[in-house]
Nanobody
Framework: QVLLEESGGGLVQTGGSLRLSCGASGDIFTVASMGWYRQVTGKQRELVATISEFGSTNYADSVKARFTISKDNAKNTVYLQMNSLKPEDTAVYYC??????????????WGQGTRVTVSS
C-alpha cells in the first residue's frame, strides 16, 4: 500500500505563487511517475504536470512557463511550484503516483486533494 501526503494549497491573489508538495510512503520500490492533476467541480480531472522516474517532465499547455514540477527522489516527494497564478487555476489539486513494489505493479495511487483558490 502506498500513502500520499499532500500539502501547500490555499488562497492566493491573482499573480501570486504557491508550492504544492506530495510525499509518498509505504510499499515502494520504484516510483515510475509522479504528478499533479486538478479538478473543478462539474468538470473532468485534468493533467497539470508529471515527472518520470528519469526526470522527464510533461505539462498541460495552460500551465507551461508558469508551473514547475520537480521531485526529491530520496524523499519520494514531488513538488509543484505555481507562479503567476490565475483565477482559472482555481481547483482541487490531486497528487498521482505510479509505483512498483519489486516485480509487482504498476500501482496507481491518488492523494486526497488540496484546494487552490486564486482570487481576482
Amino acid at each position: 500500500q502506498v500513502l500520499l501526503e499532500e500539502s501547500g494549497g490555499g488562497l492566493v491573489q491573482t499573480g501570486g505563487s504557491l508550492r504544492l508538495s506530495c510525499g509518498a510512503s509505504g510499499d515502494i520500490f520504484t516510483v515510475a511517475s509522479m504528478g499533479w492533476y486538478r479538478q473543478v467541480t462539474g468538470k473532468q480531472r485534468e493533467l497539470v504536470a508529471t515527472i518520470s522516474e528519469f526526470g522527464s517532465t510533461n505539462y498541460a499547455d495552460s500551465v507551461k512557463a508558469r508551473f514547475t514540477i520537480s521531485k526529491d527522489n530520496a524523499k519520494n516527494t514531488v513538488y509543484l511550484q505555481m507562479n503567476s497564478l490565475k483565477p482559472e487555476d482555481t481547483a482541487v489539486y490531486y497528487c498521482h503516483v505510479i509505483t512498483y513494489a519489486g516485480t509487482y505493479g504498476p500501482y496507481e495511487t491518488w492523494g486526497q486533494g488540496t484546494r487552490v483558490t486564486v482570487s481576482s
